[in-house]
């Protein structure tokens, strides 16, 4: 009866939160070798693999050993990677939603066994590798089908967090099914881990405050022609054009960071980072706080370095940049030739605005 019981619950649970358990079942990987050179190697060796034997991969979390702190931090994988286009390849699933969705009905904790190539922990796998270009894949689901073994989980030191399997390795020991360096067929993978941010340049310097009283009788000023054309034809530039508003700042990232996720036509949230470029004021906190419901982390570089900020807004996937600067515009120039989005901060001016910024320029 309980058994039935269990069942019952089991069918409402899946139908009502809509999770489908691979039959075919799971691989959970540490990737607890080397720091994100090694780390990467490795995923794209476990993605490899999984394919290889047709289970799901659980994406682990990035192991990150911050300067000055004791322990490492993991970040959840789809911090600085796109889950979705991973998924044209294979399936996939974040650690977290595999620890809280899947793992308590397909891999409860009296079954969690700690897979170890050698006499080091519960299930030794040896003489199996994970070449699976080499008939090897045959081989790994022989020996442990999907019906008796719905998780084959590779140990390390990460899964102390998430206190998944009773068996640890308390030093670092490869955890991956995958060798190191990554295999010949497994590089070109690496197509699938597209990461996704808006970037966005604040010039806000006193020097610039200065320029921008110009702006009504200069109403083509420095690099405005970007914008409003070089003769007009487009238009004033305006005061928000050069020295846009906060108001206007976080209404226009927030709208394009919308529009984005909602292009990406699906649950994940595409656009998880903005990276910030100014001369002076970032606005960071104003901005954290602003994003923080979207779950949008605010980023900036720690030393100010103008090239770096050119090569990283040139990269992203959206740019906001500033019509009246030719630093701004440096950087829509090179998208342009890369076919890359750019906008502009309070360019074009917006209907019900026109009359007002026409006021504000007025007095
Ligand atoms: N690091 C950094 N420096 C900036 C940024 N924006 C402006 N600057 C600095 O300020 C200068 C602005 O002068 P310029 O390049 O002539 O552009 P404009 O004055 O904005 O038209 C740049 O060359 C940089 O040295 C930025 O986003 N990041
Ligand atoms: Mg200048």
Known sequence: MKFITNLLFLSFFKLFCSIEFDPL???????????FGNQADHFLGALGFAHGLNRTLVLPPW??????????????????????????????????????????????EYQRIAFCYMARGSEFYSPLHYDVYHNMAQQWKDRYPPSKWPVLAFTGETFKKYNTVKFLLTHNYLGAPASFPVQLENRGLQKYLECAFVGIHLRNGIDWVRACEHIPESPNLFAAAQCVG??????????NMCLPSKETIIRQIKRVIK?????????????????????????????????????????????????????ILGKSNHFIGNCISSFSAFVKRERDAKGFPSSFWAFPVEKSNKYNSFLHDEL
């Open 25 to 35: 079942g799971y691989i959970v990987y540490c990737p607890c070798m080397g720091r």
């Open 63 to 108: 192991v990150e050993y911050r300067y000055g702190e004791p322990k490492s931090i993991q970040v959840p994988f789809d911090t600085y990677f796109k889950v979705e286009p991973l998924k044209k390849y294979h399936k996939i699933l974040v650690m977290e939603e595999f620890m809280t969705k899947i793992a308590p009905y397909e891999w409860p």
């Open 230 to 239: 070089y003769q007009n034809e487009k238009g004033n530039a305006t005061s």
């Open 259 to 311: 529009s984005i996720n909602n292009l990406a036509n699906n649950n994940d949230r595409t656009i998880k980072s903005l990276y910030v470029a100014s001369d002076s004021y970032h606005m960071l906190d104003d901005l954290r706080i602003a994003l923080k419901r979207m779950k949008v982390h605010v980023f900036k570089y720690d030393k100010s370095s103008p090239h770096v900020d050119l090569a």
